[in-house]
């Protein structure tokens, strides 16, 4: 089945692409730490010591012993029933920085695809997004969103939608399925300061966040 191209946000995609640069910046000074510290090592003492202490590093880097989850309260002056739309939508306004560093969004089969190149183009990976939306107790939406890479569950995001004082708040609740290595650890921070501004180009306040990691 031929897949189908979707334009993204563009306040949002911009957000997304600064926060992008930066990350890979933040990258490449990991990186550099964790060489630095091996030939530091190599230069006091010798080049078994270096390999070991480079080994070590490695593994605490990239063990995954941490998991990140949380909530986000929104609120906007949109009415309930477009909020809902963009949240079922091929382009969430809470995974902008998923679909805003994506190569392309694509529709295939009714699923929305983020392929993502990184490291020069050597290796990629394919977020996909599967959402269902039901009918609260009260009268409100619940848009649920379950997050694959590779066809591995990645994160899931439940988002609670209604109407409150003439505005529409959306309750966030989401939890990685995965555990990272420390090495994500300031990607993560980063990533909790561009988050916020992506949203906010969408027309949506963000009211309180609820961010944590935890092993």
């Excluded at 190599?42 to 909530?71: C, D, E, H, M, N």
């Excluded at 739309?85 to 809470?94: C, E």
């Excluded at 300031?186 to 935890?214: C, N, S, W």
């Amino acid at each position: 089945m031929p897949s189908t191209t979707i334009e993204q946000p563009e306040d949002a995609l911009r957000v997304a692409k600064r926060y992008l640069r930066r990350e890979r910046l933040l990258f490449g000074l990991v990186i550099v730490i964790v060489v630095s510290l091996s030939l530091l090592t190599y230069v006091t003492t010798s080049l078994l010591p270096a390999v070991v202490v480079a080994a070590v590093l490695v593994v605490i880097a990239r063990a995954p012993i941490l998991q990140s989850k949380g909530t986000v309260r929104l609120q906007t002056d949109t009415e309930l029933e477009a909020v809902v739309n963009a949240f079922s939508g091929p382009t969430p306004p809470v995974l902008a920085l998923q679909w805003g560093v994506a190569d392309e969004v694509t529709i295939e089969a009714g699923i929305p695809i983020y392929p993502t190149s990184y490291l020069l183009g050597l290796r990629s990976a394919e977020p996909s997004v599967h959402t269902r939306t039901v009918t609260t107790p009260n009268g409100g939406q619940q848009v649920e969103l379950e997050i694959l890479v590779n066809d591995k569950p990645w994160a899931t995001y439940t988002a609670r939608i209604s109407d409150a004082d003439e505005h529409t708040t959306i309750d966030v609740e989401y939890a990685s399925n995965r555990r990272f290595g420390l090495r994500r650890l300031p990607q993560q921070l980063l990533a909790k300061r561009y988050r916020d501004a992506a949203i906010m180009a969408q027309g949506y306040t963000v009211v309180e966040r609820d961010a944590h990691f935890g092993l």
